[in-house]
């Protein structure tokens, strides 16, 4: 039986590139109908743009709220369910990296990682989970990384954004799950995209070494694992956090 999301309405943040619009391009595959997030409307008009040149029949659309404005995620969720009726999936995927040394962090990189990687996190699932407990179903994919089980050398808020995303996972699964909203994260590995292309060579060569598949993770083999957590085939696993990592032993 192949996978299917067909009539289901998904909501990607951070689905302009890397790992974001792989899970696009999974979900359309799937049928779904995709919502692009980006963080500027441009970007999320030009992933729009190279998703139709890739699925011409496509059913989606782009937008860019600030996800960490309740009123405008709030506004942007409601402008979707007049286009598509519905919200079955949420996948907060949009998040930065750091790699500063503890003694170099400033105010600003610290609020800029608590409000992307964690509060923009809560505020789209709380204006999800509004429409999905109305229709009494829904699913919400949160993207975390295997750092947020063993740390990492610099850049502490990283991992410590990320724990706390499994912990909203959990959560969130516990606090849903009786209204039929299943709430699970990936946490991918050393995965290939801009992210990891932005930092040292010297912090991505010894995590390569520990990995028993022997390769660098791909966009696509994190976009496989959301789709599986997306759809009916994980319709009983809520408040779980997916390594997809090779197997890195970190
Ligand atoms: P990326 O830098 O290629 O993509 C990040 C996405 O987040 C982009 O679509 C970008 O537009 C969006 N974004 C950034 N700032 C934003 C903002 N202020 N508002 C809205 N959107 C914003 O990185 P990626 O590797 O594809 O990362 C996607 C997710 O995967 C992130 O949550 C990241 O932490 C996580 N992750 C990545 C790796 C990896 O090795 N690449 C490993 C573990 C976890």
Known sequence: MDITLKDKVAIVTGGTRGIGFA?????VEAQAKVVIWGSR???AEAALVKLREA?????????????????????????????YGRIDILANNAGISQSIPLENYTDEDLDRIIDLNIKAVFVCSKAAAAHMKEAGEGCIINTSSVV?????GLGCMYPASKSAVNGLTRSLSRELGP???????VAPGVTRTDMVAALPESMVAPLLERIPL????????????????ASDMASYITGAVIPVDGGAIL
């Open 23 to 27: 899970i696009v391009k999974k979900f």
């Open 41 to 43: 409307m441009e970007t």
């Open 55 to 83: 699925f011409p029949d496509c059913d989606a659309m782009a937008m860019a709220p600030s996800l960490t404005d309740q009123k405008q995620v709030r506004e942007a969720m409601e402008e979707v369910v007049r286009k």
């Open 148 to 152: 947020s089980f063993y740390g990492q």
């Open 179 to 185: 209204h039929g909203i299943r709430v699970n994260a």
């Open 214 to 229: 022997a390769r660098m993770g791909e966009a696509e083999d994190i976009a496989k694992a959301a789709l599986f957590l």
